[in-house]
């Protein structure tokens, strides 16, 4: 590990990783995940800074070295409005939405591996321990705050996965258990590797924020006539309540209608216009009707955008 010239740590070689889902991405900066529980409708991904979690600003008291105590945030509700009163509250990245992607985020990998490991090259996984799975992470900067998407990407292991490593040569090493907490898995603990086939599957590679709706790009070229429809997307938004009690369903629910989709000159990214977008909302996204030229759906076809900030242009 070394310090960058801005003073952010940044790791030495691939893989480098703490047990208990803390790591860095590929430009050095610190991530952590964070389960569902008081002050947290779902499991996060979250940049290393205030979250706003009241149980832990007793330490301000303790560390003067921190700086002011912030403001406690309100209970009963919405992150977006406390992001308002709070000026050190820093939102989630991504909801590792409840349920759906997971429901206790474990380890982080950051693919540092130069595409040994498949198309998905700077960009992060994120296992489950209860669903025993890995989900992949594409994070984007807007406004000066962190943001992206969670898609689903690989499940099957036989235990809760706790923590993981990608190797030198692009294999994802990966150890799991139940102990103390049950996993989809079944067996009570797992040791596995993931290898790339070769084949690059076709998957939406990246899913970026514009400001009447999102530009996404696919890893092989799109069939025109089904990217292009509207009708083959469905979308609706929701948050959750920023509250002291434990978790939180989906709330505050916004159905937009994809009102256009333009294929680009490239053919492989498709522009998405969406009639409204929900600053704070968790935008989910399905691509049942996509195909690529060759025939093939969508392997993973549903996305999860958490919209910390709408850009202006």
Known sequence: MRVKPDGRLEPTCSGIRSPGGIDFDADGEVFYTDNQGAWHGSSTLKPGSFQGHPGGLAWYDKA???????????????MVAERERIKELVPPAVYMVHGKIGNS????????????????QKQIFVADQCFSNISRVFLEEVNGIKQGVVFPFLQGFKSGLLAGRMNENGQLLVGGSDRGWGSKGGKRFCFD???WTGKVPFEVLEMRAKPDGFELTFTEAVDPATSGNP????????TYIYQSEYGSPEVDEVVSQITKAVVGADNKSVRLTFDKL???????LHLDGVKSTTGLPVLHPSAYYTLNEIPAK
Do not use: L
């Open 64 to 78: 003067p070295n921190m700086g002011p105590r912030p403001v406690e945030p309100n209970d009963k509700s919405r």
């Open 105 to 120: 985020s474990s380890f982080i990998v950051c693919d540092t591996s130069k595409r040994k490991f498949g198309p998905f």
């Open 193 to 195: 590797r993931v290898d």
């Open 231 to 238: 009708a083959s997307y469905k979308t609706r938004a929701f």
């Open 278 to 284: 929900t600053k704070g909302h968790v935008h989910e």
